[in-house]
């Protein structure tokens, strides 16, 4: 209500850090005032009662004043769409308030809980670098910490170019001086003050602080049922999500009596009203005060602490929840529960010291290495008898193999009195395969994997204490978690000397929006304030697969407070459809569903809660309908596709297998992926109450497609209906097509009530309805000569389309168009299926099929190189088109003369011969952890291959004081659409960029304009400015000459629109022959990983991008893209993995199940070079697409992985081919790598 929406809103649990705020309190114990970062979205507004919550807007605007936090980061291109941003510069704030001079490793867990999904981190973390004392050098840098590139004889040499991607001269100081004060008003928990209970009594929910811990205990007994909340960081993501109403809460977190710390002779005890955060700075003391004997209890919980939820959960979570701290099994007796009775409080929590031949450890592995749940956790202590290897004692308890804590009993007991040795290891590793029981009903499954995490983490215990024991090598891998990011200086391409200064194309000018991202000025769809009157619309969707609805009761939600209507097909005034290319969605399903998730009605009411509460209320009935499958295999053996089913093919598939010298048949399954962009979709619907016009503000990539699906739902004319998008909080392909069905409906709402209709998905809701990425299963057949040369492969692709067609078919051509990457092989045929299942429909995710495509051919050459004993890089490289004019497998004519450049630079940049060296013999030295290494080139076509797409069209104005405004039909979600158009406006109209502004996307001045995809965004918007800006100078001009007494607007008009289409692209799919893009951005891409076989966890170490943007308009915007797109490939090929149900429910939803890459998985190393010299006749300024490519360089992870897991089963005398599907995750990793452990899990279950 203050209007302070800096603060953003992603996922309402606590996971993904856009809503990080800072609260400072005084601390009467240490007499000072603390800060801590936290999550907003889980901090009850009670619980700040005499505390000050600083958000972004406090702490610099571009108004008054920046913070530093907020100008470093934009100037270092670390804000892209910037729904992020705000929550990553409060964390950074945060940690300067406490320490103004950080080390990069005090960034790495500040910023651990704060997700992007645009930038890939590096830019972030690299404008925050310079907040630190002593920057880092890279890792080939010499030992004096000096970076490679100051090395004379480094690299190659580059003296020729220059120019860096930001510069942070002439940047505010960071001047804690300059900080806001604690409110001294707020000074008053003194000791001395005798405290008060607090009571707060809202809506539903009676909140009592109490005044001491006497006052707690006395509380609790009257209420025994009423939580005792401190952090809410278990309680509150439950209340926000799950609708979990608590009459009474009492608050645990101001009773001074949890809150102490008391060192004892032979421990400490800290009060269970600590955080994790003041915990871990405990257990630091004592691991500094103590030295490493008495301490291993503490380093092996610090070690699990660090990698427990984010810096901001641990800020407010204190141990009580937190099932990896293992006190016994006794105390947690079942998943979330304690053996506490209800009205008993925890007060305290001894640790006590290690003793002499005591040792401790804690191990634990997540689908992501940090902020993550862990799959399996465990502690285990064992003592030694005196000077001696004979155990004494021992505990091993493991967590996430049943519904709570197991302590390896009997295990525990047959080992004690036993030596230290390897029977020791055979006894207690069988004991262990008998003892701990796996149910297969196990929340998440993954019963093997969980099984062999058990036995290893037993056998990395063992290791450890035997190394410890006497003088031994552990090669075994332990946790790592030291942080560094490097990455070389970027050196650009300079500008061409004659070319003005005050000319922005080419130079790497911030994104336009940069500092009102930081400073939380930017305005997003669901920031614009209340309209009068407004309502608010949640959907009710269906809990089946495939049933018919035999009715639909929404009398319980109706009658609820606040509801003031239900919409469903029979209230949409006009056709209850969205039609796209012929092909039409229910908006709101009417007789039969098809999918969980698909929409059935909406609720209407006057808040957001009522009308989610009211959502869940209304009352389905269902019929079931056979079939239901939902697996692309099951598919098939329905042979249930969507039409039209696409082949392409070039060459004699015959002849190429008759001259083949083998026939390799296999298969590749490439998973799906959420697009997870920051800011869930949604729009506000208002009507106008005249001739039936709406305004639509609406975060959509195709505003035009939005606002004709809105006409066809009311009945209304486009004409009356506008939409506005002024930005996207990240789209990525995903706010295309479901958002004009959300706009629809929220329009019905609208037209019904008379009202203005706000939409907000919720993170799960928009994860269920609006699906993602298809996933992708290649069956191939190839036939290659003994040196690796392919002469014929036939590959089927089929998709997962889930229950409507929506985008497939063209992903689908788009693999298709793909499937020759950079290779000329003679012979090739694709077909391409698209299944038809009962999932949601899958839809356009960045790369739109050319991923799939691309990645499945390259484990063709994969296969063949490993079947052929070569390395995968000389099949690729004996693969590759070469000639200086090729034809593609579709017949179009192009040049591979700058894809072979990337291949080559990127072969020499990453040093790849000599690293493949090193990789062989660390593999040599190293049994249970191997390194990988994959290089792949790239081939990327740019545009539609729907020709009439590639338009774009844009409106310039000049106003009298020479200030000009444009409007183009693209969107600005992030990739600088609107910087670029900037630059390009403003080198024609020779003004600085400082007088040209673009307010926003409106269908009202650009009509009819394609939508903001296909990597085609800047070519056409970008020519669409440079003509319209054309024709106002071709007018301009000769009148300023002749007439230079008038002002312009006396003149002539000073409005133009500029158009531009580009020539046509088609297929013919018959003929497989046509020119089905413009032209084709490349590069190649070169990445090295390390496995750890014995618990499937990965690490990236370093990856090298060279790519060919052509004459790049902003290098600094594109180089975001490329980095930002190669993380996403990241998360598509190695940790994010969608998971459903039997039943189809999607259970991957929000950010606690379904993890995207966090700053933990960036490369340490991580080099971009943009191809020098390369030029583009066929686009603007002659420059390249590039939104899309980079997300299939994740691939390179892919293969590295496969590499290493090879190496692994090599040396244990394994087949080195195996089944390995995309993502790469620890689970398929662990179980790849077999071994005794995995032998021994598979023989019982
Ligand atoms: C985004 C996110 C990520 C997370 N990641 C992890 C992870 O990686 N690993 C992991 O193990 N956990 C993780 N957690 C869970 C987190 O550790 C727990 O939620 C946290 O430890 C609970 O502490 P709290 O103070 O916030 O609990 P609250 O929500 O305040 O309360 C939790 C429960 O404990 C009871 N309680 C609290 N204090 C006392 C007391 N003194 N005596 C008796 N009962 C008490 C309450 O009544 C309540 O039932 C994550 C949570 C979130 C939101
Ligand atoms: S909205 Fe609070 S952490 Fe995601
Ligand atoms: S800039 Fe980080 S999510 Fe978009």
Request: hydrophobic content about 35%.
């Amino acid at each position: 209500s203050v209007g302070l929406t800096g603060t953003k809103y992603g996922c309402g649990g606590g996971g993904c850090g856009a809503c990080t705020v800072m609260v400072s309190r005084y601390d009467p114990i240490q007499e000072t005032v603390l800060h801590w970062s936290v999550t907003a979205c889980l901090q009850p507004i009670c619980s700040l009662h005499g505390a000050a919550v600083v958000t972004v807007e406090g702490i610099g605007s571009t108004k008054t004043k920046l913070h530093p936090v907020q100008e470093r980061i934009a100037k270092a291109h670390g804000s892209q769409c910037g729904f992020c941003t705000p929550g990553m510069v409060m964390s950074m704030y945060t940690l300067l308030r406490n320490n103004p001079q950080p080390t990069t490793e005090d960034i790495r867990e500040t910023l651990g809980g704060n997700l992007c999904r645009c930038t890939g981190y590096r830019p972030i973390i690299d404008g925050f670098k310079t907040f630190c004392n002593t920057l880092i050098s890279c890792q080939n840098g010499d030992r004096n910490g000096k970076c490679c590139m100051e090395n004379s004889n480094s690299h190659n040499n580059e003296s020729d170019i220059s120019g860096e991607l930001f510069s942070m001269d002439n940047v505010l100081p960071l001047d804690p001086t300059q900080d806001l004060i604690f409110p001294p008003e707020l000074l008053v928990s003194k000791p001395c003050k005798k405290a008060e209970r607090l009571c707060f009594q809202g809506e539903k929910v009676r909140w009592i602080s109490p005044a001491d811990l006497k006052d707690l205990i006395k509380l609790k007994a009257e209420y025994s049922n009423a939580p005792l909340l401190v952090g809410n960081t278990t309680i509150g993501p439950k209340m926000n999500l799950k609708g979990t109403v608590h009459p009474l809460v009492l608050y645990g977190g101001s009773i001074p009596e949890l809150r102490t710390i008391k060192w004892r002779n032979n421990g400490v005890t800290v009060g269970a009203g600590c955080s994790l955060s003041v915990l871990k700075d405990v257990l630091l003391q004592g691991i500094e005060e103590l030295g490493p004997e008495k301490s291993r209890v503490y380093q092996a919980l610090v070690q699990t602490l660090q990698c427990l939820a984010s810096k901001q959960i641990r800020n407010m979570a204190v141990s009580n929840g937190a099932r990896e701290i293992c006190l016994s099994e006794e105390f947690f007796t079942d998943f979330g529960k304690t053996a506490l009775r209800p009205d008993e409080i925890l007060l305290a929590i001894d640790i006590p010291h290690s003793r002499p031949w005591e040792f401790v450890s804690a191990f634990r592995q997540a689908q992501r290495r940090e902020f993550s749940f862990s799959i399996v956790n465990s502690g285990m202590r064992v003592t030694f008898r005196h000077d001696s290897n004979v155990v004494e004692n021992l505990d091993i308890f493991y967590g996430g193999v049943g519904p709570t804590l197991v302590k390896a009993r009997h295990t525990c007991k047959e080992l004690m009195g036993r030596k230290w040795d390897e029977k020791l290891l055979v006894v207690g590793t069988q004991l262990l395969e008998e003892e701990i029981y796996v149910p297969p009903t196990a929340p998440g499954g993954q019963e093997e994997y969980r099984k062999a995490l058990v036995l290893s983490f037993f056998f990395k215990f063992y290791m450890q204490y035997l190394s410890a024991l006497k003088p031994f090598k552990n090669e075994v891998p332990q946790a790592n978690h030291s942080f560094q990011v490097v990455s070389l200086p970027m050196k650009l391409q300079l500008v061409p000397e004659t070319q003005s200064s005050n000319d922005p194309v080419g130079r790497p000018n911030v994104h336009q929006a940069a500092l009102q991202q930081a400073t939380g000025e930017a305005v997003y769809y669901d920031d614009i304030p209340s309209v009068k009157g407004e309502l608010f619309v949640s959907m009710v969707t269906s809990t089946r697969a495939h049933a018919k609805i035999i009715s639909i009761d929404a009398s319980m939600a109706l009658a609820m407070s606040g509801v003031v209507t239900f919409i469903s097909a029979k209230d949409v005034p006009g056709q209850n459809r969205r039609l796209w290319f012929n092909n039409p969605e229910e908006l709101f399903a009417e007789e039969e569903v098809i999918c969980v998730g698909q929409i059935i009605g909406a609720i209407v009411a006057e808040t957001r809660e009522q009308a989610k509460r009211a959502a869940e209320q209304v009352d389905i009935t269902y019929e079931d309908i056979q079939p239901v499958f939902f697996t692309i295999e099951e598919a098939i053996e329905h042979q249930s596709f969507f039409d039209p089913k696409r082949k392409l093919e070039r060459g004699n598939l015959e002849e190429g297998f008759e001259k083949a010298d083998h026939i390799l048949e296999g298969e590749l399954y490439m998973g799906g992926q959420e697009h997870f962009y920051m800011e869930t979709q949604g729009l506000i619907a208002i009507p106008k109450g005249e001739a039936g016009e709406l305004e639509l503000y609406v975060a959509s990539q195709h505003a035009a497609y939005t606002q004709e699906v809105v006409g066809i739902t009311l009945g209304i004319d486009s004409n009356k209906i506008t939409c506005h998008v002024k930005r996207l909080g990240g789209g990525f392909g995903g706010k295309v097509m479901k958002i004009a069905s959300l706009s629809a409906i929220a329009a019905t709402a609208a037209y019904k009530t008379g009202r203005a209709v706000r939409c907000v998905l919720e993170r799960e809701d928009d994860m269920l309805i609006t699906s993602g990425r298809s996933p992708f299963l290649g069956k191939y057949k190839v036939g290659y000569l003994n040196d690796g040369t392919i002469l014929a492969a036939d590959i089927t692709y089929y998709s997962n389309g889930g229950c409507t067609l929506d985008e497939s078919s063209f992903i689908m051509e788009k693999a298709l168009l793909h499937m020759d990457n950079g290779y000329k092989i003679p012979n090739l045929r694709g077909h391409g299926l698209v299944c038809k299942t009962y999932l949601p429909s899958y839809t356009a995710f960045r790369g739109f099929g050319g991923p799939q495509g691309l990645t499945i051919i390259e484990s063709v050459l994969h296969e063949v190189a490993a079947r052929c004993g070569l390395p995968a890089h000389q099949v690729r490289d004996i693969n590759m088109y070469k000639d200086e004019k090729c034809y593609t497998h579709h017949k179009q004519l192009f040049s591979p003369h700058d894809m072979v450049r990337c291949w080559n630079e990127c072969l020499e940049k990453s040093d790849y011969t000599h690293r493949c060296l090193s990789i062989k013999q660390f593999n040599a030295h190293n049994h249970w952890k191997k390194r990988g290494i994959s290089i792949v080139p790239l081939k990327f076509g740019i545009g539609f291959s729907k020709g009439f797409y590639n338009q774009g069209a844009a409106l310039v104005n000049i106003y009298k004081d020479g200030s000009v405004l444009i409007s183009h039909g693209g969107t600005e979600m992030g990739q600088g659409i609107n910087t670029k158009a900037i630059q390009i406006a403003s080198r024609i109209l020779k003004v600085p960029m400082s007088s040209i502004h673009i307010k926003e996307t409106c269908t009202g001045n650009v009509p009819n304009a394609a939508p903001s995809a296909a990597s085609f965004g800047t070519d056409a918007v970008g020519m669409a400015v440079k003509d319209g800006c054309e024709k106002l100078m071709r007018r301009l001009e000769p009148l300023i000459k002749k007439h230079p007494q008038f002002t312009w607007q006396q003149l002539i008009s000073l409005s133009a629109t500029g158009f531009f289409m580009g020539p046509h692209t088609s297929v013919d799919w018959e003929k497989s022959d046509g020119n089905a893009y413009y032209y084709f951005t490349f590069g190649a891409c070169c990445s090295e990983v390390e496995i750890d076989c014995l618990t499937g966890d990965h690490k990236n170490i370093r990856t090298d991008i060279v790519m060919d943007v052509g004459r790049s308009i902003n290098p600094a915007l594109d180089v975001g893209q490329v980095e930002g797109g190669f993380v996403q490939g990241i998360g598509l090929y190695t940790i994010e993995e969608l998971q459903f149900s039997p039943e189809g429910v999607l259970l991957t939803r929000g950010p606690s199940r379904y993890k995207i890459p966090a700053l933990c998985d960036i490369p340490p190393q991580l080099n971009v070079h943009l191809l020098r010299n390369a030029d583009n006749p066929h686009a603007i300024y002659s420059s390249k697409g590039i939104g899309e490519p980079p997300v299939f360089f994740g691939c390179t992870l892919f293969f590295a992985i496969k590499e290493a897991i090879a190496a692994a089963r090599r040396e244990r005398g394994l087949s080195e081919s195996f089944p390995f599907s995309s993502p790469a995750t620890a689970e398929k990793i662990r179980m790849a790598c077999e071994d005794c452990f995995t032998r021994m899990v598979g023989e019982h279950c």
